[in-house]
């Protein structure tokens, strides 16, 4: 994933906070957080990160 990718994700993060959203990320390959960290960019604040997709679910499933 390009620096210029991941900066649009961000601007993404942004508009579904705005919204009164938080999003989840899910299975962020260590080479992404790597350029993610020299880049100087983080999901901290806009996104909670699990990490993987069976981790988000079985924290956001209800199960009745």
Known sequence: ???EIIN???KI???TSMMGC???I???RPEIVTKMI???LCF???AEIKGTL???LRDYMVVS
């Open 8 to 10: 649009q994700l961000m």
């Open 26 to 28: 899910t299975g962020l």
């Open 13 to 15: 993060l942004d508009g």
């Open 1 to 3: 994933m390009e620096v």
């Open 44 to 46: 901290d604040n806009k």
């Open 38 to 40: 020299r880049a100087g």
């Open 54 to 56: 069976q981790q988000a």
């Open 22 to 24: 938080k999003a989840v």
